[in-house]
Structure formats: C-alpha cells, structure tokens
C-alpha cells in the first residue's frame, strides 16, 4: 500500500523528558502498524526545538479515525501528556 496522509504531532517537550516520550513512542509503534486500521508507517523526528511524530497512513479517513481511537487516547495521549511543555500541534496532509 502506498502513503496518501499523513498525520504529523508535533510537541514541544523539555530534554530531561524526551527519553520518557521515545519510551512511549517504542512501546506504541508496532501495535499501531499491527492493529490501527490503515497505519503504515510511524517514524519519531527529533529537533533541539521540538519532537515530532509522523504517521503515513492510506487514506485521510484513518489518519482522523487513529485520532478518536482507544489506543490514541487512552495510551499514546496519557502517556505524553504530562510530558509536554506546551499543547501539541496536530496536522493532517494529504499527498497530492
């Protein structure tokens, strides 16, 4: 299958934080490729400034379904929530 969205997280987290946000990004990257419906690809982007999370999916429809999803909003979210220093900017883009 080919990437046609892509749902990118970006956060804002302090250094003595990030290896409790990688924790939660490894502990959660297989399940979601296993068992969220269209998830293709998930890869973790570190920047001095910010982290971002970035998930290829096959269509715009389960990029916003992954977001309302048991996994998203009761693991990934609590997980990093008390992580970040700032509220998260979430995106979705469609490839043209």
Known sequence: MKVSAYLEITMKIDNANRP???KVYT???QPFLDTIEGAL???LLIRDED????HGFDS???TQAYLSSAMFQNDVF???KP????DPEV???TVA
């Not at 982290?51 to 970035?54: A, E, F, P, R």
């Open 78 to 80: 609590v997980g990093l």
């Open 60 to 62: 715009a429809e389960h």
């Open 20 to 22: 409790a946000a990688a």
């Open 27 to 29: 502990d959660h990257r």
């Open 41 to 43: 690809t998930k890869d």
């Open 91 to 93: 995106k979705i883009y």
């Open 83 to 86: 992580l970040w220093s700032a």
């Open 51 to 54: 982290i971002q999370v970035l």
